[in-house]
Antibody, heavy 119, light 107 residues
Framework: EVQLVQSGAEVKKPGESLKISCKGS????????IAWVRQRPGKGLEWVGIIYPGDSDARYGPSFQGQVSISVDKSNTTAYLQWSSLKASDTAMYYC????????????WGQGTLVTVSS | DIQMTQSPSSLSASVGDRVIITCQASQDISDYLNWYQQKPGKAPKLLIYDASNLQTGVPSRFSGSGSGTDFTFTISSLQPEDIGTYYC??????????FGQGTRLEI
């Protein structure tokens, strides 16, 4: 079974750093793009960025360039989303999702990681 | 950047109704358009890919059409389990993607 399992909820203070994870299983990890998507409370889906584990090629959404970093550890079949200095506005649910070959839709999705940034 | 505009932003319908949601792209994206359903508290689920193709296991009451800049998502006969929010997603300049702002569907 193809599965993405994300790390647990986090509560952080403004200015702190954070790295959340998304572990893939049940498929050839290097061969599929993994996207990160933000959903603020009560709001819509926003594309954060995407990475190809095979060569670590990463791209970022316009609102997220320079704000976050996406990386991957192929040996552990895990993708990461990282912040160096969190803001209150980063409070959101973050999902990872694997692309479907040939159609560039995303399925499956991880269960989501809730990040809360508050002083 | 390609912008996606969905309408309406919310709608209320009755069981058995035909429901139509539209998505307009800011430029020609051919048929590079997917549709998702997100139920409350859950991750999104892919329903339609390449504008009109039903993902495996998705009920046939869901359908999509369109190409270029104008797209339509239809539920032929609304069921109670269809409540949630629906999003379009373009991938014309993949791997970069864009989501529409969502349509919240209530019964």
């Amino acid at each position: 079974e193809v599965q993405l399992v994300q790390s647990g909820a986090e509560v952080k203070k403004p200015g702190e750093s954070l790295k959340i994870s998304c572990k893939g299983s049940g498929y050839r990890f290097p061969n599929y793009w993994i996207a990160w998507v933000r959903q603020r409370p009560g709001k819509g889906l926003e594309w954060v960025g995407i990475i190809y584990p095979g060569d670590s090629d990463a791209r970022y959404g316009p609102s997220f360039q320079g704000q976050v970093s996406i990386s991957v550890d192929k040996s552990n079949t895990t993708a990461y989303l990282q912040w160096s200095s969190l803001k209150a506005s980063d409070t959101a649910m973050y999902y990872c999702a694997r692309h479907v070959v040939g159609i560039f839709g995303f399925d499956p999705w991880g269960q989501g990681t809730l990040v809360t940034v508050s002083s | 950047d390609i912008q996606m505009t969905q309408s309406p932003s919310s709608l209320s319908a009755s069981v058995g109704d035909r429901v139509i949601i539209t998505c307009q792209a800011s430029q020609d994206i051919s048929d590079y358009l997917n549709w998702y359903q997100q139920k409350p508290g859950k991750a999104p689920k892919l329903l339609i890919y390449d504008a009109s193709n039903l993902q495996t296991g998705v009920p046939s009451r869901f359908s999509g059409s369109g190409s270029g800049t104008d797209f339509t998502f239809t539920i032929s006969s609304l069921q109670p389990e269809d409540i949630g929010t629906y999003y379009c997603q373009q991938y014309d300049n993949r791997p970069s993607i864009t989501f529409g702002q969502g349509t919240r569907l209530e019964i």
